[in-house]
Structures are given as structure tokens and as C-alpha cells.
């Protein structure tokens, strides 16, 4: 029974948690989902510098939980960073963790900056004639 919920979690984890990066990425785009985008962002930056004041910066406690769930399934050398786990794990490849780390970070800022112009500069300069 054990075995089966952690299989089950670990499911869980990689399907919310790669739709999430999927979120956070892109969800800045869609009109229904800005709001919800920017507070999604503010929480994994969060965790990403305030959390990781004290757990390391770029810390995600959703690739900890994960991780967790991994090592109980014998899961060993898992890379500090999700998204290079994630393209580990799609195509068998170990990508540079410091250009991921860049890149990740590159990328979450341009759609914070996204996601503040969609929400809070456009959303208010439109008017009707």
C-alpha cells in the first residue's frame, strides 16, 4: 500500500509540478488566468528567495517534496534543479545545471515582467470611446 501511494505522489508532483513551470511560464497570456499567473509567480519566487534565505536560493518546496517521495522510491543523484531533472527525465540528457539555473530564472523574470504589464499597466490604460 505504502508503494502505491508514493507512486501515486510521485504522479502527482510531476504532473502539477511541470503544469505549474507550464503555468508560470505562460500564463500571463491568457486573460482569465493573469491574476491567478502573477500570484502563482509571487509564491514561487518566494520560495525561491525567501525560503531560500535559509534553504539556499532558487529552494522550491515542491521539487523538496518530490524529491522526498523519489528517494523513498530509490530515486538517487537527482539534480538540485527540477527543470534539468525534467529534461533528464523527457530525454535522457544531463544539461549543464548553471545555464539551467540561468535560464530558468531569465525566463520566470520575463514573464514577471510580462505578467505585471498584462496585469497592472494595460489592465488600466485601456479605455472606451
Given at each position: 500500500?505504502?508503494l502505491?501511494?508514493?507512486?501515486?505522489?510521485?504522479?502527482?508532483?510531476?504532473?502539477f509540478?511541470?503544469?505549474l513551470?507550464l503555468?508560470?511560464?505562460?500564463g500571463?497570456?491568457f486573460p482569465k488566468?493573469r491574476?491567478?499567473?502573477?500570484?502563482?509567480?509571487?509564491i514561487?519566487?518566494f520560495?525561491?528567495v525567501?525560503l531560500?534565505?535559509?534553504?539556499?536560493?532558487?529552494?522550491?518546496?515542491?521539487?523538496?517534496?518530490h524529491?522526498?517521495v523519489l528517494?523513498?522510491?530509490g530515486?538517487?543523484e537527482?539534480?538540485?534543479s527540477?527543470?534539468?531533472?525534467?529534461i533528464?527525465t523527457?530525454?535522457?540528457?544531463?544539461?549543464?545545471?548553471n545555464?539551467?539555473e540561468i535560464l530558468t530564472l531569465s525566463l520566470?523574470l520575463?514573464?514577471l515582467?510580462?505578467?505585471?504589464?498584462?496585469?497592472?499597466i494595460?489592465s488600466?490604460?485601456t479605455?472606451?470611446?
Amino acid at each position: 500500500m505504502e508503494l502505491f501511494l508514493l507512486k501515486l505522489l510521485n504522479y502527482f508532483f510531476f504532473t502539477f509540478h511541470s503544469l505549474l513551470v507550464l503555468f508560470n511560464l505562460f500564463g500571463w497570456i491568457f486573460p482569465k488566468t493573469r491574476k491567478l499567473h502573477f500570484f502563482s509567480l509571487v509564491i514561487t519566487l518566494f520560495s525561491w528567495v525567501v525560503l531560500g534565505f535559509w534553504k539556499g536560493f532558487g529552494y522550491c518546496f515542491l521539487t523538496d517534496w518530490h524529491y522526498d517521495v523519489l528517494r523513498k522510491l530509490g530515486e538517487t543523484e537527482m539534480p538540485n534543479s527540477y527543470i534539468a531533472f525534467l529534461i533528464k527525465t523527457f530525454s535522457g540528457w544531463m544539461p549543464d545545471e548553471n545555464l539551467v539555473e540561468i535560464l530558468t530564472l531569465s525566463l520566470t523574470l520575463v514573464a514577471l515582467i510580462c505578467s505585471i504589464w498584462v496585469n497592472f499597466i494595460t489592465s488600466g490604460s485601456t479605455s472606451k470611446k
